[in-house]
T-cell receptor
Framework: AQTVTQSQPEMSVQEAETVTLSCTYD???????LFWYKQPPSRQMILVIR??????QNATENRFSVNFQKAAKSFSLKISDSQLGDTAMYFC?????????????FGKGTRLHILP | EPEVTQTPSHQVTQMGQEVILRCVPI?????FYWYRQILGQKVEFLVS????????KSEIFDDQFSVERPDGSNFTLKIRSTKLEDSAMYFC???????????FGPGTRLTVT
């Protein structure tokens, strides 16, 4: 069974700083997706970034980038130039790349506070 | 931009009552999902649905739960006899193909008293 572990329950950084959220996962699969979801106080689930395991290049989306280390089963999220609106719960998540096996498995989350 | 919608946003019900949570997936999507998040905990998969059948379900999804696509647009989750521990945020999601990005709705907060 796949598991996703986020070792930082809570983090705080000053606005404009860079912050890195950690995530490790365990799987015997070779083809899969990894995601970071943002959940602001409204509790909506918003996809921040996605990485396909077969791609060596790290995904980036504007201020958000990942450090994907497949051998180490590590998938960290870096937020550059952090903004107050980045304050939210961040979930790391895993999904097999297999038809009919597409449930998303979430980590427990990291609560991120951006301080003014 | 198309989005997944869910109604109601908040439902309060008494223990033992039946509830139906409604979702309207993105119109051309074929795969539908329900997830649950108990307050303060992680999001957990409940069930996936394709071609009018359950594709996969978790151990949480017991006989008290059922899903249905009653027409071409709605996707519902029914809890037959609610328990206090069913209190949670319920998220619907949809995707166009299996393995593709799942788009989440805003959630329905269910409170069982």
């Amino acid at each position: 069974a796949q598991t996703v572990t986020q070792s930082q329950p809570e983090m705080s950084v000053q606005e404009a700083e860079t912050v890195t959220l950690s995530c490790t996962y365990d799987t015997s699969e070779n083809n899969y997706y990894l995601f970071w979801y943002k959940q602001p106080p409204s509790r909506q689930m918003i996809l921040v970034i996605r990485q396909e395991a077969y791609k060596q290049q790290n995904a980036t989306e504007n201020r958000f980038s990942v450090n994907f280390q497949k051998a180490a089963k590590s998938f960290s999220l870096k937020i550059s130039d952090s903004q107050l609106g980045d304050t939210a719960m961040y979930f790391c998540a895993f999904m097999k790349h297999e038809a009919g096996e597409d449930k998303i498995i979430f980590g427990k989350g990291t609560r991120l506070h951006i301080l003014p | 931009e198309p989005e997944v919608t869910q109604t109601p946003s908040h439902q309060v019900t008494q223990m033992g009552q039946e509830v139906i949570l409604r979702c309207v997936p993105i119109s051309n999507h074929l795969y539908f999902y329900w997830y649950r998040q108990i307050l303060g905990q992680k999001v957990e998969f409940l069930v996936s649905f394709y071609n009018n059948e359950i594709s996969e379900k978790s151990e949480i999804f017991d006989d008290q739960f059922s899903v249905e696509r009653p027409d071409g647009s709605n996707f519902t989750l029914k809890i037959r006899s609610t328990k206090l521990e069913d209190s949670a945020m319920y998220f619907c999601a949809s995707s166009y193909v299996t393995g593709d990005e799942q788009y989440f709705g805003p959630g329905t907060r269910l409170t069982v008293t």
